[in-house]
């Protein structure tokens, strides 16, 4: 197993995404950058018709209700119910998808005048899905009509008992539905089979929403001021923000951001974030979301619905507070299940090494260990199974990386458990408190068998240092909402210094880095990864930062905001020297590889673009630097020590030369600097003209070359690159000769235009070259990327040594 705190090379996986797609895209979106256009691409938006409604979702984009199956059962027995006076009991779940669809389902039926109650069973006590304590209720209270949200899929006995006692029941809900379906007067769920509703993304509340806009019928009003409700549950319940979602949580949002409901605005200030101008999916998915689902995990979910139907001020604010405290109780159980497993994996590393953890522990809070599982599962790479034990009894909740199947390792395992169930990526079950140890042996071996590779780390694409600024991060922003099915892009921020760091926060959590790369410097933060601090070696390596792009107001100021969610391990500590392919891109100490590389041992040549240079640079190597053009002749290999211009020259050289081994020696810091002296190298006709002039002014038949490049850095600070494209182009003119010896005469210009000669624009090809160089000597696939294109690679000796 890879170590625990740098996240593997092998594990990094980029959202493919068609070039000629992308290409045909920017080409045809106004305003589309190749960045954002190959994203689109890799999320599934691949033409101008998707890519607007995309960015400008609409009420169009919703689909008739009406599709859902059993939806006119449903419209028909409410309409009954209420015209009978029948009181109506809505039934919820106690997560923040079932609080917000409980109120959402209320506030519709109170506002045709309906009499409505409402119950979410204690988690604990009831546990999930449709609650016989409420059934009996319905009986015992009078209750006509049972209207579930968000549950009841699988609750075959109390749907029974309900209609038993005369009650009628509509479930609605979106989660799977087993084989043995219950039977409810109305059952509406686009899982079920047989149901023609496009879409089957959609959350508990958003199903809610579609019965009411149903029910209203096509002529009445939509229930848009309902969609901050149906925004809310869709971003907490992380379903994908794709379709019918999209539109649902770009509407909702603006409804959030005008809200009447003083209970959110209450619950944003508890949480600091008053100002309706703050109000995204973030915001939903930090702030609000875990607030309401802390009332359901520590105490009782009713305190969500109490806060979203308050109409005073001051009992929001006293609710909210409460949800407040609930959630830093919630976070506080979480941090101790977690830094005890911690400690245990510390002390015994193979906890983890074996290929999944298992750890329980005497009355740790059922109501956070699912959360605890996710976050050890994430940063471990390995499935994890987290256990409450009391008494006899063991009660857990499993998460998994991609990489592992959960409810198949589950399942090899079942005869472990009294109960389990679940889906790939998690899973809740129960057992004995006997079959504990059997149980991690018998996990791991199975999370061993399902294995499909490393834990995949997902990113976007590939960033130096001089791409990331504000205007990007704007850019990015476009694609908001973010969630489910579209992520916050992701970055890796290639090769970067790491100049400086320190531990941040109360307890030393986080970690603040400064990096840099060609003399521009950021700072960066990854919150917990304090134990990153022992892993970076800034002495030694670059490295790549996976991170997030944001903005952030620093002293009235606004900034780029660099959040780090991990740090690749560099390809140079794994590459062994045997291989075809040694890759030191990261490497910091490049004289001392070369060295290793260029000294008798190996005795290999080096590419580079000034060989007369490097020569004067390292004199005990002479005769063994060449460009990409003339050679190499000597050795069994080459050390690339300085970057190609073009992807064709470098083609080129390794189907002429065919190297036994080669070194990448350059990243893509000496890339960026290509670049840069690429850039420097741009001039405009009012640049050409201003230079002219000066030179006019000298009275002398000739002028020196060098002379002309002192007087444009003194005079104007051009560089000595953009100079001699400026006197390329007056010799193209003819308005300057060559007199030889370093010298330039005056002559009788041919009439062609500045704006007409081969240097004019020549370092947007240039740059366009070098941009391609830097997308194909990218990322940590490099090895992969050479074997694709020059198989014989693979069959050379000690690639798979």
């Not at 003399?519 to 997030?548: H, M, N, P, S, W």
């Amino acid at each position: 197993m890879e170590g625990r705190a740098l996240i593997s090379p092998t594990a990094v996986r980029f959202r493919p995404a068609c070039p000629e797609k992308v290409a045909t895209l920017t080409s045809s979106v106004p305003g589309l950058s190749p960045l954002v256009g190959s994203m689109l691409v890799a999320r599934g938006y691949g033409t101008p018709e998707e890519v607007n409604r995309f960015f400008n979702p609409s009420e169009e984009a919703f689909h008739d209700p009406f599709l859902f199956r059993g939806m006119r059962e449903a419209v028909s027995l409410m309409r009954e119910a209420l015209s009978a006076g029948e009181r109506v009991l809505v039934h919820g779940d106690y997560d923040c998808d079932g609080i917000c669809g409980t109120t959402l389902m209320m506030e519709a039926l109170q506002e045709i005048g309906a009499s409505v109650g409402y119950h979410i069973p204690d988690r604990f006590e009831e546990g999930y899905g449709l609650s016989m304590q409420a059934v009996e209720r319905c009986k015992e209270e009078g209750f006509g009509l049972l209207i579930t949200v968000d549950c009841g899929s699988s609750s075959v006995a109390e749907v029974e008992r309900a209609k038993e006692y005369g009650v009628k029941v509509i479930v609605t809900d979106h989660h799977t539905v087993p084989a043995e379906a219950p039977n409810p007067h109305a059952f509406i769920n686009p899982q079920q089979p047989e149901c023609e509703y496009p879409f089957k993304g959609i959350c508990g509340t958003g199903v809610a929403y579609k019965l009411i806009q149903a029910f209203r019928g096509e002529q009445a009003a939509q229930p848009r001021r309902l969609l901050d409700l149906v925004a809310l549950a869709t971003v907490a319940d992380v379903v994908p923000l794709v379709d019918e979602n999209r539109v649902f949580v770009q509407m909702g949002l603006q409804e959030l951001g005008r809200t009447e409901r003083v209970g959110l605005t209450a619950l944003l200030e508890t949480a600091g974030r008053s100002g309706r101008d703050v109000v995204d999916s973030f915001t939903v998915g930090f702030t609000l979301g875990p607030r309401l689902n802390a009332a359901g995990r520590l105490e009782h979910a009713k305190l969500g619905v109490q806060l979203l139907t308050s109409r005073s001020l001051e009992e929001s604010r006293q609710l909210a507070q409460r949800l407040d405290s609930l959630n830093e109780d919630r976070k506080e159980c979480e941090r101790a299940i977690q830094e005890e497993v911690e400690q245990r994996l510390q002390k015994d590393p193979e906890k983890y090494k074996c290929g999944a953890i298992v750890e329980w522990g005497e009355n740790w809070h059922e109501g956070v260990i699912g959360i605890t599982a996710g976050r050890l599962a994430e940063k471990y790479g390995v499935p994890t199974l987290i256990i409450s034990v009391n008494e006899e009894r063991a009660k857990g909740s499993g998460r998994s990386p991609e990489n592992v199947d959960l409810y198949q390792a589950m399942k090899r395992c079942g005869h472990l458990f009294t109960k389990f169930g679940g889906h790939p990526r998690a899973g809740g079950f129960s057992l004995s408190v006997d079959n504990l140890v059997p149980l991690s042996e018998e996990m791991a071996a199975a999370a061993n068998e399902l294995r499909d590779g490393p834990a995949p780390v997902w990113v976007d694409g590939c960033l130096t240092l001089g791409q990331v600024d504000l205007d990007l991060v704007r850019e990015l922003e476009r694609m908001e909402p973010f969630g489910e099915a579209n992520p916050k892009p992701t970055f890796l921020l290639e090769g970067v210094d790491i100049v400086h760091q320190r531990l941040v926060g109360r307890s030393g959590d986080h970690l603040q880095l400064e990096v840099e790369q060609v003399g521009q410097r950021r700072r960066a933060i990854a919150f917990r990864q304090a134990d990153l601090v022992d892993e970076l070696k800034t002495q030694d390596f670059r490295y790549d930062l996976r991170c997030q792009l944001g903005r952030e107001q620093f002293r009235g100021q606004e900034q780029l905001k660099l959040q780090v969610s991990g740090v690749v391990r560099p390809p140079c500590e794994s590459s062994p020297r045997q291989a075809p392919l040694v890759d030191l891109r990261h490497v910091r100490a490049r004289k001392r590889a070369l060295d290793y590389w260029l000294g008798e041992e190996n005795r290999l040549a080096a590419v580079c673009r000034e060989p007369e240079k490097a020569e004067g640079a390292y004199p005990d190597y002479k005769g063994q630097f060449y460009t990409y053009e003339d050679g190499p002749l000597l050795g069994e290999g080459t050390v690339l020590l300085t970057p190609p211009v073009s992807e064709e020259q470098f083609r080129q050289y390794m189907e002429r030369v065919r190297p036994g081994r080669l070194v990448i020696l350059f990243g893509s810091a000496e890339i960026e600097k290509l670049l840069g002296v690429c850039l420097d190298s741009r001039w405009t006709r009012q640049d050409a003209v201003a230079l002219w002039k000066e030179i006019r002014r000298s009275k002398k038949d000739g002028v020196p070359t060098e002379a002309v490049k002192k007087l444009a850095q003194a005079k104007f600070a051009f560089g000595a690159r953009k100079t001699e494209r400026i006197l390329e182009a007056f010799l193209e003119t003819e308005a300057l000769k060559d007199g030889g010896d370093g010298v330039l005469m005056f002559a009788t210009a041919n009439g062609r235009r500045l704006e007409e000669t081969a240097g004019f624009g020549a370092w947007k090809g240039e740059r366009e070259a070098l941009l391609r160089v830097r997308a194909f000597f990218s990322g940590p696939d490099l090895q992969s990327r050479f074997q694709s294109h020059w198989p014989w690679l693979e069959s050379l000796p000690g690639l798979h040594e």
